[in-house]
């Protein structure tokens, strides 16, 4: 069965934290909030952890997997190429529930993402996924903590019943909103196309001014 640390609110996250940190850097998985559900963190860089990833949530290795990181300064980390006005709209919605895909760069893994050439990176505003990218100065996944094609977790005990017994940490710390993901927009084109309308809606992103339109996938 998963360890479980329970996040008081009213103390610093400490040592789960350090706990994740280090579970993470030798290549474990943990699952922690987020500002939509429960999310499953490796380190994003690292292949073995990734393939095991896709192994505990049962995922097709053709669908890409999103990361988080820390600052918008580490964009250029990972990623290939900024359009300027996908950085404006990251100083908008970020930290947030906006996915933003970019062309990835050679740092990231191929299994990561999917061999697309292309990478979903957010900046969560839940304070405890910030918190564990802040602390482990690495890209670390956001996927959702469930089974592919199940419903995602709002609550760390919906976790443990999941998919406890193969990750090595859960970080709960609550409930967590849950009624939106993320919104998902490939911002390698202009227009950029909506994958995913999510907690960001579209009407949001246009009246920034930032992009007239948007085109969705189909």
């Not at 690292?46 to 097709?60: E, G, Q, T």
């Not at 669908?63 to 006005?85: G, M």
């Not at 090595?168 to 227009?191: F, K, Q, R």
């Amino acid at each position: 069965m998963s360890h479980v640390v329970k996040i008081d609110e009213a103390e610093p996250p400490l040592k789960g934290l350090t706990r994740a940190v280090s579970i993470i850097e030798e290549g474990g998985i943990v699952a922690f909030p987020t500002e939509s559900f429960y999310g499953l963190g490796v380190d994003a860089t690292n292949p073995s952890a990734i393939k095991r990833l896709f192994l505990v949530k049962k995922r097709d290795p053709d669908f890409p997997i999103l990361i988080l990181i820390s600052s918008i300064d580490e964009l250029s980390k990972y990623t290939a190429s900024i359009p300027a006005d996908a950085l404006e709209l990251g100083r908008r919605f970020w930290p947030g529930g906006l996915t933003m895909v970019l062309q990835s760069s050679q740092t990231l893994p191929s299994v990561l993402t999917a061999g697309t050439g292309k990478i979903g990176i957010r900046i969560s505003s839940h304070p405890l996924a910030h918190a564990l990218t802040l602390a482990l100065k690495l890209p670390v996944t956001g996927t959702s903590a469930n089974i592919s094609g199940r419903p995602p977790c709002t609550r760390a005990d919906q976790v443990v019943e999941c998919l406890g017994g193969q990750i090595d940490l859960i970080l709960d710390g609550g409930l967590t909103e849950g009624a939106h993901p993320s919104t998902l927009l490939d911002v390698t084109s202009n227009p950029p196309v909506l994958i995913r309308e999510g907690i960001i809606k579209a009407e949001e992103i246009i009246e920034t001014g930032i992009y007239r339109e948007l085109h969705t996938s189909t």
